[in-house]
């Protein structure tokens, strides 16, 4: 007599706070334990973790959709590594899911000090070593990679940030697991309008915005193009109060492929956007 194999429910522990960072030093922190020692590896692929454990490895991790977010400067990688530069000092809540090859989620709550230079650190025994996210390649259609957003940093002050996520929509079949990432930008106030520029998402992503980064008129709808590469962007948006929202189109020369591969579909994929004008005052 045949029996059912059972798989045991993904488990994902820690305490909720992390190591202290400090205002425009690097900073890491790997939620995939033992901590990983390249940028690029995959949290459970080769080496057994102990924190994630159980389900279907390997995983990956992403930020919970209104949850809040890491320090600006700051992002997610989809391993688990959480790293780069926090702009701006502060406490930080946001929680963090991992997900499994089942599409088995668990999260948990966490929260980031961000101290000026010269304050006392908390660093904990669990800090890791810094890490370069540079090489984090933008996700290919059909994997379990996600694209995350880099903070752009330069030509600060600006009046504020706008800070947003995206997600994938159309066609879902290519799409076994429903994935988001955060996008970021810098906003202006000017006598001609608000100013939306430096918009970027994915590590290798040219910066933009709507209207060639000129002002913008609130309820209008902006169009405009940004390259990963060779891969294209084609966006639309349009500012309603502090919200800027709207959808891209992402065209590749390859067809994506679901589950097995047995299936193809267009490569004309959609996705949606949508985020707020955080001002610095």
Not at 198 to 225: C, H, L, S, T
Request: with cysteine.
């Amino acid at each position: 007599m045949l029996t059912a194999r059972t798989q045991k429910s993904i488990t994902f522990t820690g305490k909720a706070q992390l190591p202290d960072g400090t205002v425009n030093k690097e900073y890491s922190y790997s939620f995939c334990k033992p901590d990983l020692k390249k940028i690029n590896d995959l949290c459970g692929g080769i080496v057994k973790t102990t924190n994630p454990a159980g389900g279907q490895p390997p995983y990956h991790f992403e930020l919970d959709s209104g949850s809040g977010f890491p320090p600006l400067g700051i992002i997610l990688n989809t391993n688990g590594v959480l790293s780069g530069k926090a702009a701006k000092k502060g406490e930080y809540k946001f929680r963090v899911c991992v997900v499994d090859q089942a599409a088995s989620k668990k999260c948990r709550d966490n929260i980031l000090t961000i101290k000026e230079e010269g304050e006392t650190i908390n660093t904990l025994p669990t800090q890791p070593t810094t890490q370069d996210n540079s090489s984090v390649n933008p996700t290919q259609p059909g994997t379990t990679e996600v694209q995350q957003g880099k903070t752009p940093l330069k030509n600060y002050p600006s009046d504020g940030y706008w800070e947003g996520g995206y997600e994938w929509t159309d066609p879902a079949e290519c799409f076994p697991v429903k994935r988001s990432s955060p996008w970021y930008g810098k906003y202006e106030k000017t006598k001609d309008g608000i100013r939306i520029y430096d918009m970027r998402f994915g590590a290798d992503m040219e910066y933009g915005g709507p209207n060639d980064q000129k002002p913008i008129q609130e309820g209008v709808i902006y169009k405009w193009d940004q390259y990963a590469g060779y891969k294209k962007y084609q966006i639309e948006g349009k500012l309603e109060g502090t919200t800027f929202s709207g959808t891209f189109t992402y065209v590749d020369d390859k067809p994506c492929k679901y589950g097995d591969g047995t299936k193809e579909y267009g490569n004309v994929l959609k996705g949606k956007f949508t985020g707020q004008l955080i001002s610095f005052d």
